[in-house]
């Protein structure tokens, strides 16, 4: 009895912090949030400009702290499908060495650097661990460890990897994750070769 009563003062005490934290999240006028954006990068070149910009996922997932209410999430899902463009030849697999060399290339889109002098990296490494090999990677998103395995390498999750990569949103309305097909940050063969790293039997990723 008694133990059940300081669960309920413990449980009552988490819910009025939450509230407490809720309320003081300060209040930002987003016009002030994108001119901030701007000035933050005047060398940038000017046809990154519209970047600086809110697209309107970005702008549906800032204005709900990116938790969106369910019918605004399927309204982002959707939208972010819709921009998924698929290889002609239906084959959602490359090569996984290239995909593996991908994800370490964190190369890309610097204007200190511009215009590139090598192709795009996915950088995956930066957020996921991938392989048991590398142990420097950072843990933004889950590990990926194993993940065509866990999955038993079917074409159903080949294609859900494929969709995750080219653009996060469709399954993950919100996601912290780049959009990398989406921005054309990533052609369609690298996708495929960094989904072949995910989805290869033979791939460091599931040995
Ligand atoms: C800025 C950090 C970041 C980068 C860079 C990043 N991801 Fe992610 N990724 C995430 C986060 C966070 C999640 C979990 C939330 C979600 O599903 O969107 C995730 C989820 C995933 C998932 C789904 C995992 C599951 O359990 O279903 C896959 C697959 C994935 N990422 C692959 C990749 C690949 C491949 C790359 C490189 C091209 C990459 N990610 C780059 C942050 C990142």
Same mark, same amino acid.
């Given at each position: 009895m008694q133990f059940k009563t300081i669960a309920l003062i413990i449980s009552v005490a988490g819910l009025a912090t939450t509230a407490a934290v809720a309320q003081t999240k300060p209040k930002v006028d987003p016009a002030k949030a994108d001119a901030a954006m701007k000035t933050a990068?005047?060398? =940038?070149?000017?046809?990154? #400009?519209?970047?600086l910009v809110g697209d309107e996922t970005m702008k549906d997932c800032s204005a709900h702290r990116n938790t969106p209410p369910q019918a605004l999430a399927k309204t982002i899902r959707e939208r972010a499908k819709a921009t998924i463009q698929y290889p002609p030849d239906g084959k959602? *697999?490359?090569d996984w060495k290239k995909g593996e060399a991908l994800a370490q290339s964190g190369y890309g889109m610097r204007f200190t650097d511009y215009p590139p002098k090598r192709v795009n990296g996915g950088n995956c490494y930066a957020c996921h661990q991938l392989t048991?090999?590398?142990?420097?990677?950072?843990?933004m998103g889950p590990s990926l460890l194993e993940y065509g395995k866990i999955r038993k390498f079917s074409e159903a999750d080949t294609k859900i990897a494929y969709d995750k990569i080219y653009?996060? #949103? =469709?399954?993950?309305?919100?996601?912290? *994750?780049?959009?990398f097909g989406a921005n054309n940050f990533l052609t369609i063969d690298q996708i495929k070769d960094l989904t072949a790293l995910l989805m290869?039997?033979?791939?460091p990723v599931n040995k």
């Open positions: 990068f005047p060398k =940038a070149p000017a046809d990154w #400009h519209p970047r959602l *697999m490359g048991k090999q590398e142990v420097s990677y950072g843990t653009n996060s #949103h =469709a399954t993950f309305p919100c996601s912290l *994750m780049p959009r290869s039997p033979d791939s």
